[in-house]
Structure formats: C-alpha cells, structure tokens
C-alpha cells in the first residue's frame, strides 16, 4: 500500500469555523491531490499540486485553499465551513512522468469524514 | 475534454453471477483508463488500467476490462460474484498532460445477494 495518512480522520465543527486536514505521503511522490466525495457526484477535484509550493485548482475549489512547503505534505484549508461542506474528502498521490518510478496510477489515503454543523 | 459516464448507480447481482459494470468515456486525446473499488469507510484502491497496451485488461479479484475504441466503452466483468465484491465502484479517465489529473465517474454500487 501506498504510504499515504490523512488527519484528522473524522471532524465535526461549526460553521464558519476554520478546518485544516493534512495529508502526508512516505512515497516522495511529485503529484499530491485533495478530492471530495459526495453521493451522486463521485469524486471531484479541489485543488492538486504538482511540486512544493506549486499548486492549482480544480473544477470545485472555491472556499478552499492548499499548501504545500514540504514534498511530504499537502494540506487542504477551508477558510470559513459551510454546511455544504460536508463531505468526505479524499487526498492521492501519483510520482513524476519520466521518473523510474512512474506509473499512471493515482493512489488514494484513507480519507477523512467533515460534519459541519 | 474528458468525462465518464457510468451507467447504473446501483447494480444487484446473486453470488455466482455475471457482474456487468457499465463505463463510457469521452475523450479528445487516447484515453488511459481506470477502474477504482471503495468499500465502506476505506479509500480507493485500483482494479485495473488501460494504458494503450492489450485491450482486455486483468486485474485484481478476479475482474477484467475491455477496452472498445469504437464504442468509447471500459466495461467492468467479472464472471463470478462473490459476496466480498459488494462495494462502490468507480471508472475515471486521465485527462492528459504531466499532472496526471483524473475525471471520476459517479459510480456504480454493486449489491450481490445470497
């Protein structure tokens, strides 16, 4: 299994509260991702970075934000929670095209499960 | 643009039977092609993929997917269901380029009854 850790694991908070989820990846893995899951719409991008400090949105990424300072870690940020917010979101990783390791595969953390109330 | 389309949120089949699982995909640059399985309260973990090689692809559990250009399909089979094969299955398309980005399905609850 692809060492990747998201925490926390499960939240509930309030609204207009803020929340930071952290994922953490042992792979050195170049590509990091933050996705939501919700019943209906599978899974849907955020926000994702391809390097340290570098990053990009994806097709749902207005009230988040994400950073990354280290390869390691990727944290996804949302600024004021909404009710609509409420997900479980997901982090994955996949290594650099052209690097010995690559493969196409995006792997997948645990997840982590936000109630906001 | 890439998108995926799965046919049937939820699919029930009795154990020992053909599993069907439906994906359609739209893509303007040849596709690479996956097939995740989530059960409950876990992450994702990869079945299979189609990278431009066979076009009958094995993967794990028992499952396989065929790659059809002309019917821009990536069904999921398997030709015997056993009870452990119930959970969320999803398909998703690469979209191209060097991040990797994937388009998910919504994906398709598979229930096998005893």
């Known amino acids: 299994d692809a060492g990747i850790t998201q925490s926390p694991r499960h939240k509930v908070t309030e609204t207009g509260t803020p929340v930071t989820l952290r994922c953490h990846q042992t792979?050195?893995?170049?590509?990091m991702y933050w996705y939501r899951q919700d019943p209906g719409h599978g899974l849907r991008l955020i926000h994702y970075?391809?390097?340290?400090?570098?990053?990009d949105k994806g097709e749902v990424s207005d009230g988040y934000s994400v950073s990354r300072s280290k390869t390691e870690d990727f944290l996804l940020t949302l600024e004021s929670a909404t009710s609509s917010q409420t997900s479980v979101y997901f982090c994955?990783?996949?290594?650099?095209?052209?690097?010995?390791?690559?493969?196409?595969?995006?792997?997948f953390g645990p997840g982590t499960r936000l109630l906001v109330l | 643009a890439q998108s995926v389309t799965q046919l049937g949120s939820h699919v029930s089949v009795s154990e020992g039977a053909l599993v069907l699982l439906r994906c359609n995909y739209s893509?303007?640059?040849?596709?690479?092609l996956f097939w995740y399985v989530q059960y409950p309260n876990q992450g994702l973990q990869l079945l299979l993929k189609?990278?431009?090689?066979?076009?009958l692809v094995k993967g794990i559990n028992g499952f396989e997917a065929e790659f059809k250009k002309s019917e821009t399909s990536f069904h999921l089979t398997k030709p015997s269901a056993h009870m452990s094969d119930a959970a969320e299955y999803f398909c998703?398309?690469?979209?191209?380029?060097?991040?990797?980005?994937?388009?998910f399905g919504t994906g398709t609850l598979l229930a096998v009854q005893p």
């Open positions: 792979e050195n893995h170049r590509y």
């Open positions: 994955a990783i996949s290594a650099e095209a052209g690097k010995k390791e690559f493969e196409e595969t995006q792997y």
């Open positions: 189609y990278t431009s090689a066979a076009t």
């Open positions: 893509s303007s640059v040849p596709p690479y």
């Open positions: 998703a398309v690469r979209t191209g380029g060097a991040t990797n980005k994937l388009i």
């Open positions: 970075s391809y390097g340290v400090k570098d990053t």
